[in-house]
Each structure stands twice: as C-alpha cells, then as structure tokens.
C-alpha cells in the first residue's frame, strides 16, 4: 500500500517492498516531484500494477559518465580490434561530455534526438552514423542489465541530410590519384633518388593497391616466389607511430584476406631486396629483432607509416608533383590503372579486397568520369589542330 507526503508544493510517493534478505533493511520505493497527490498516487498505482505482474524494474542512478566507462571496457573484452574500442571510446565521449554525472535513466528520448541532430550539424554523415551505432549500444547494454526502463534509441531514425557544395566538392577531391605518366616519373626518381627501400615500396603500393597498413604488415612468408602472390592476411595497426608498440591485427573486411598475383619485375625486385635484408641482418646482429618483416627497419620492426608518409613527401617534391597525394592516393593509382586496363569490375574488387562491390563501384565511377573527361579534351585537341 503506497504512502503519500507533501513537501513544500510536491508531493511524492512511497511503496514499501518487503524486507532486504542481505541488509535486512526495509526496501521501500519512492519518487516525488508531483505536482498533485492526483498525479502521484496514478504514478504509484502504476508501480504497484508492475510489481503485481513481475515487470517492475527500478531504474538506476548509476551516473551516465561510469557505465558508458564500464561499457567501454566490456566491449574491450568481447574480441573486437583495438582500433575499434579506440573508435567507440572517441565517439562516446560526444555522449559522457554532456550527460557524464546524469543518472543513466535520465536520459530521454528526446535528449538523445537533439543531441544526435546537433552533431549531425557538425559532422560527416558516417561519422554521426558510428555516434549513433555507439549510443545504441551503451542503452542496449544499460536495458539488458535492468537500469533503465526504456532505451531512448529506440525507434530513432537518422535525419536523411542533402549533401552540400562544399561536401560534394570535397568527396570528388578525396579520390586522387597519380596520372599513368606521372606514376612512371615519380617510380624513376623513387629509382634514383629514392632512399632505401623507397623504390621497392612504392612500386609494390602502386602494382597491387594494397592499404599502408596491410603493405607494412607482410612478412616473407606471405610471400611466394613459386606461384608469383603476395598473401594478404593482416595489417599493421600503430597510431601512435612507436617503433616497438604495434600489433599486427586482421584486415579491414573479410573480403581484404586474399592473395595477388604479382609479376616478375616485382618478384625480382623483392628477391634482390631479401639479399639485402640478410646482409644487414648480419650486420646489425642482435640489434636485429628478426619478426619476418620485408619490409623492416634496420633493426627488424616494421617500417612507421610516418616515415614512408615523410618520404613520399620528399620525393613528390622533387618530381615536382603538387596533387595532394597519400599512401593510399597509391591505391587509387593502381584502380585507375586496371581499368585502364580493362579489367572487369569483379576482377578490380578481389584485388583490392572489397567485400562490398558499391565501395568498387563509387570508385570505379569516379575514374571513368575522370578518363571520359580526359578523352573528350584529346579529342577536342586533336580537332581543334586539324581545323588549324
């Protein structure tokens, strides 16, 4: 039977619950705020009705800031990759920086909607997408676990957003890559100018597309001179660009483990590079930690992908190539180059190891675009010194 008090102008209810079997305390539950003993006693004949029928779950004042915390560190535990908890850290912080202290079962649908749509104001729409995926997550967790009553996600759906100028501008200039002609200047000099390593590895980026990541991760067992393939089952993960603390982890998708033919210059190439790689071996001793890595340091960890970003920089310079080119600007060289080519789109999506064919295909639009735009200035070119 639930009780009733008046405080000031509210009024609160009070349901007693039986004895606690551990404390041996009263357990009670009570709530106030009301505005009328009208609207408390509806509010606890509702509780009453849960407790009668086993549904009844008292929410938590757990504060949002130390479950998301607790959360975090489960997810930590459930196998995913490093790289994805440090993910899911950054994206949760949108959430604990604002409701860190509020109890968790304080948050309403409607706090979690406006907060979303504000940072759907500031972000990219896939950025906001992994918010919103994080945010599911910690209510599911917090609902299974009997903390709150209700998951404020529930039903929401992501505000469709018409891309901008600006964003569409930006998504066309994210795909750059090098022209045939300039890829053969850039490989020349990476040849005569290039410092060790420098001619191997670019060449190796720009004849099979591989990401940084998975280039720095092979080892020569990965390597088959017999059969001419590079096996692709892993990726060099090292945010912090530390000689010794990395960890080798699986591949972006399931679709990137796969194997690549590669051709004779490549195998020559990487055959000469093993000869030279023993010699240093032999040369630095025990300062060499041999893990099997082809293309290691001097004293056997893997390459940093600093220092390969550092040299590219150097070496665009002195071809005096201006296009804002990255490791991965490689990746998308090598797909212009295939289609060029003429090889299939099923074909070009094994070899990059897309397990999805729209990732293939945006970028395959992308670069006949590019090569239609090129062909029709040819055209107009050639013409144009006819009519001369």
């Not at 407790?51 to 535990?77: C, N, V």
């Not at 919103?132 to 404020?152: E, S, V, W, Y």
């Not at 797909?335 to 999805?356: C, M, N, P, R, W």
Request: with cysteine; glycine share 6%; charged share 30%.
């Amino acid at each position: 039977m639930a009780k009733f008090r008046q405080r000031g102008k509210t009024w609160s209810y009070h349901i007693y619950i039986g004895i606690d079997p551990l404390t041996k305390k009263r357990k009670e539950i009570s709530k106030g705020g009301f505005k009328t003993q009208r609207e408390a006693k509806a509010a606890a004949r509702q509780v009453e009705l849960e407790i009668q029928h086993g549904t009844f779950i008292k929410e938590s004042l757990m504060p949002f800031g130390q479950f998301a915390q607790d959360w975090l560190s489960m997810y930590g535990r459930s196998g995913v990759k490093i790289s994805s908890v440090r993910a899911r850290e950054k994206e949760m912080k949108h959430f604990t920086s604002l409701w860190g202290p509020y109890p968790i079962s304080s948050i309403t649908k409607k706090m979690y909607e406006e907060r979303i749509l504000e940072l759907n104001d500031k972000y990219s729409k896939n950025y906001v997408d992994g918010i919103h995926a994080c945010g599911r997550m910690i209510f599911q967790k917090a609902l299974t676990q009997g903390l709150i009553k209700d998951n404020p996600t529930e039903n929401f759906k992501m505000p469709k957003r018409q891309k901008s100028v600006e964003e569409l501008e930006k998504a066309e200039e994210n795909i750059i890559f090098l022209e045939k002609e300039e890829l053969a200047h850039f490989l020349k000099l990476a040849n005569t100018d290039g410092l060790e390593m420098d001619k191997l590895l670019f060449t190796v980026l720009s004849y099979t597309g591989l990401r940084i990541g998975e280039l720095l991760a092979l080892k020569w067992g990965d390597f088959n001179e017999n059969k001419g393939t590079i096996r692709i089952t892993k990726t060099l993960y090292n945010p912090n660009n530390h000689i010794k603390k990395y960890q080798l982890l699986t591949p972006k998708t399931k679709g990137s483990v796969r194997s690549i033919k590669i051709d004779d210059m490549l195998i020559t190439m990487l055959m000469k590079h093993r000869i030279t790689q023993n010699k240093i071996k032999l040369k630095n001793g025990l300062i060499y930690e041999d893990s099997g890595f082809i293309f290691a340091r001097e004293d056997g960890h893997p390459q940093l992908r600093k220092v390969v970003e550092t040299r590219l920089k150097r070496l665009l310079k002195k071809a005096g190539i201006k296009k804002n080119i990255t490791p991965h600007s490689f990746r998308h060289t090598h797909t212009s180059l295939l289609i060029e080519a003429g090889v299939g789109i099923k074909e070009i999506q094994q070899s990059l190891g897309h397990t999805d064919i729209n990732t293939t295909m945006n970028i395959y639009a992308h670069m006949t675009t590019n090569m239609e735009e090129k062909a029709s200035q040819q055209f107009s070119k050639l013409m144009k010194d006819l009519l001369l």
